[in-house]
Every structure is written in structure tokens, then in C-alpha cells.
């Protein structure tokens, strides 16, 4: 197969100083995009700003002869997700790819998650891509091209203990790429979702403080040394860079869906609705005692839209093959 380009294309990734947007902006600009290398800069949990990761980032794409230009505008509010869009549009003159991956870590037990650290997390995941990519799709829809890649997270899609607010967050994205793949598809706009697991700061993070010693119980010194090792051998953010890029990539073939991807190893995340269980005279017993039926995986589907479930709804009802649209 031949490379797969991204010349004359302009990508904006989020969260880009370090770690997995790091990755992935290295790997964009080395095949021709023009990247805005946006990074505020702070701390794991979002405290403070430095220009510094966001400025290296483009020095170094500019020495290997990339081209990419420096963002420090926060996500995290309307006015940043503009700016960053603005960098874009008065530095490259155009916007195609928008890789929604910037993000903070806030951990707590549920029964102590004050909005002190549930806000910033909402704020920088969910409403940061709202912020940036709800000016971009302005763009995108009416050049009648665009890529929108958003980060989620297993530990929202599984759910991590201690992350309410990032799970909630992070899930929250996988209703917004459903979305923005509804609304952009007649224009040519795709979007996807990423759950990635690399080794970064983020992860080290995860892995340090009372949140994981509860996790890992009394061995979890000795686990976390293990896990540490293990991940920094195996889980290089450049292994998950790819399956963002493709998903960038004008050849993408799908829209609305969530790949995870680590280590070299990715997989397609769906949700899946079970044939389930149906009688028109459905009473509380009926429903314990047909909940193995109710929840039994075979024969699942997978649906494309709300109408196709609804369809399948009335199909069940009506007895007749139902099509809504
Ligand atoms: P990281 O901490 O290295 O990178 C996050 C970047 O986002 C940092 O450079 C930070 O300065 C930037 N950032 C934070 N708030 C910002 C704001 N308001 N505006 C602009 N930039 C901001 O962590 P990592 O692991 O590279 O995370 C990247 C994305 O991947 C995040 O969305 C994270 O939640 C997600 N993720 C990572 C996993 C992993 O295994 N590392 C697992 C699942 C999801």
C-alpha cells in the first residue's frame, strides 16, 4: 500500500505538548499535515500553564521539516476552543482534522467527588471538544471535508474506580461523536472515538497515590513496580497514533465508532442491543423471569441510528418488518 498523506491538510490536536497528542502531531506533520500544536501546558490534575511543551513540539516537527505552529489557548472554555480554531484558519488558512485529546485527571472515591474536581474534568474533556470542534464543524461543513477524532477512555466505557467525573466526561464523547457523525455525514465530516492505553504521565499518575494503593490492596507497592514496568516496555503512545491518523485520513472508511488501540493491538469498542424479550402484557415477573432472555448476547445487533432501534421496536410490537426514518 502506498503511504497514507496528509499534504495539504491542517490538523489541530489538543492536549499536543506531550504524551499521546505529542505522538500523534509527530506523526501527522511527518506525513504533510500542517498541525496547530495546542497545549496549555499544566499539570496532570490542570494546574498551571507553561508555553514551553507546545513551543519544543513545533521546534522539533519544524527540524525533522514538518510544518506546525504553537497553541496555548486552554480547551477548556468557548473563547479557547475559538482561538485554537482561529490559529489554524490565520496561520494555514484552512481546517481539516480536529483531534479532541487534551486532558486532566481528578481522581476521587464517589462519595467525596466535590465539583471542584468534577467541573475541571467536564470542562477540559467534554465541553473542551465541544469548545474546539463546534467551530470547526462550522468550517468543515461548509468546505464539505472534515475529520473530528475524540479521545474516551476504557475507564469511562468499562468504568475506573475513582473517576466518576473523567468516566462521565469520557463517555460523555462517545454521544458526541455519534452526533457530530449524524450531522456531518452529508457534508463529508466523519468522527470516531479512541480509547487509548499508552504509558504517559497520565497513566503514571493513575498508578501513584491512595486511589491505586486502595485499588491494588496490601501487594500494591510491589504491583504498581510490576505494572509500571510492564507498561513502560509495551505501551508506547506511538502505538496508538496510528489508528488516530487512519481515522484522520480522508480514506477513513466509518463514522460514529470507537477503536481502542495499545501496545499494537486494536480492536473496535460497540454497543451491541440484545434480541431480548418481548410481551405485550409485560408485568414486573415476567421481567425476572425472562431477564437471562432479556440479556442474553446471542443474536445481538448492532444499531446504526435511534430510528433503526425504534424499528425494531415496532417490528416487535407490530409483528410486521418496520422501518422508521
Ligand atoms: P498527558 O497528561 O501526557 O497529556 C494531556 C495533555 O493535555 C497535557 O499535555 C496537558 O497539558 C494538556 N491539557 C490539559 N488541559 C488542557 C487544556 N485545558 N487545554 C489544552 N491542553 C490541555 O496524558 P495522555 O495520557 O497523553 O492523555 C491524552 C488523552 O488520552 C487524554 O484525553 C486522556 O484522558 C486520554 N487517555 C489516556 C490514556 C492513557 O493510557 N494514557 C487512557 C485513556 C484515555
New binding site residues.
Partial sequence: MTDLRFDDRVAVV??????????HALLLASRGARVVV???????T?EG??DG?AQQLVSEIRANGGEAVAD??????PE?GAA?IKTAMDNFGRLDIVV??????RDQTFDAMTMDLLDPVL???LK?AFNVTRPAFVIMREQGYGRVVS?????GILGSPHKSN?AAA?TGLIGFTRVIAAEGAAHNIKANA??????????A??LEGPEADDQFGPQAEEVKEQLTKMFTDT?A?AL?SPVVAFLAHENCPVSGEIYTA?GGQVSRFFIGRTKGYFNRDLSIEEVADHFAEIRDETDYTVMNDPAEEVGQVLTAVTGTNTTVK
Fill in positions: 489538543t492536549g499536543a505538548g506531550g504524551g499521546l497528542g505529542k505522538s495546542n497545549d496549555i501546558g499544566g499539570s496532570v490542570g500553564s507553561d511543551p496555548v489557548n486552554s480547551v477548556a472554555t479557547g485554537i479532541n485529546n487534551a486532558g486532566i485527571l470542562d477540559v474533556h473542551g479521545t474516551c477512555s476504557a475507564s473523567y469520557k479512541v480509547s487509548p492505553i499508552a504509558y504517559t504521565r497520565m497513566l499518575h493513575s505501551l503512545p496508538v495499545g
